[in-house]
């Protein structure tokens, strides 16, 4: 069992920076692929960014590209999203998300993830 829980969001300015944590119960962490997905209100979750157990592939969706980083570290049992030039549209409830998976392999869709943190708001508004 993984419990995971997301902190680092907040209120920010278009063209601003936030960093994402998301850090995890368990003994295995080093075991898991992990996730970052979205949610704006009145809208499906949407994929982010993933990266597999050891942090050597990574995967973004196409809106974030570029700005948008996802890393980890194993010793802490924490991944992070480091989120750079923020949109309006970047505004969302961000979830974290977990799933045992010791391969070079990353997961781009919510069904294939089994632990999911509470969700942090991020808000980018002038």
């Known amino acids: 069992q993984v419990q995971l829980v997301e902190s680092g969001g907040g209120l920010v300015q278009p063209g601003g920076s936030l960093r994402l944590s998301c850090a995890a119960s368990?003994?295995?962490?080093?075991?898991?692929?992990m996730g970052w997905f979205r949610q704006a209100p009145g809208k499906d979750r949407e994929f982010v960014a993933a990266?597999?157990?050891?942090?050597?592939?990574?995967s973004y969706a196409d809106s974030v590209q570029g700005r948008f980083t996802i890393s980890r570290d194993n010793t802490k049992k924490t991944v992070y999203l480091q989120m750079n030039s923020l949109k309006p549209e970047d505004t969302a409830v961000y979830y974290c998300?977990?799933?045992?998976?010791?391969?070079?392999?990353?997961?781009?869709?919510?069904?294939?993830?089994?632990?999911w943190g509470q969700g942090t708001q991020v808000t980018v508004s002038s």
């Open positions: 998300a977990a799933r045992i998976a010791p391969y070079p392999v990353v997961y781009r869709t919510s069904d294939e993830y089994t632990y």
């Open positions: 368990g003994r295995t962490f080093s075991s898991y692929a």
């Open positions: 990266i597999n157990w050891s942090g050597g592939s990574t």
